[in-house]
């Protein structure tokens, strides 16, 4: 019994934190995109302190949701925590690839300033990430429940939670392990390029 509750809590809360991340992946981006909104704020902000400080919020925040979406998107691709949550395979997973690319474009290649093409770059990463998801979400994650298609059958509906939910047994388990052998190695190696440009970035600083 106090199995069953401490696993219950597990999928619980590991579903809920996948449900956030493709939240703030949505907030990320569009906190990047209203740059315009931002300078008119600023017009109200008489010390240049506080200026420069806002400017250091808005773009930090954006960074830490990305951060978020990435360790969370790491988290769940794993193939014990992809069999007991209800994942868009391989919608969820290559969002997290894309948001890993453009957080290390953002943190290491000038993807801060507005205007740069890196920074264009990872907005364009940051809002395909966000369109697969919207789509997972909202067409397999949580499409028609079990009571709706009772009384109103569909085999759009009944394909999609069978066979890209990456719990549904047979066909979703047989797609997460495909889903994860081909992902887990890409999003290891957006890895490694991140701490090999932040490696390079502290040496040039050094050496300068």
Known sequence: MEHDIAKALEVWTLQNLLDISIILGLLASGMAMVQGYYQSLEKHLSLRVSIEWWRIFTVLLVDVFLA?????????????????IKMAVPFYPVATILCAVALVLRLFYGGHQPGSKNFWRSLYLMLAANAINILGFTFIMEAAS?????????????????????NADPCGLV???AT?????????????????????????????
Request: aromatic share 12%; charged share 15%; glycine share 6%.
């Open 68 to 84: 978020v979406v990435v360790l969370v998107g790491y988290l769940a691709l794993n193939p014990d925590i992809m069999a007991d």
């Open 146 to 166: 079990d009571e709706y298609l009772a009384k109103h059958p569909s085999a759009f509906w009944g394909y999609l939670k069978t066979h890209l939910r990456s």
């Open 175 to 177: 797609l997460s392990q």
């Open 180 to 208: 994860f052998y081909i992902c887990f190695p890409i999003l290891m190696a957006v890895t490694v390029w991140g701490i090999a440009s932040a490696v390079r970035q502290i040496k040039t600083r050094k050496g300068e």
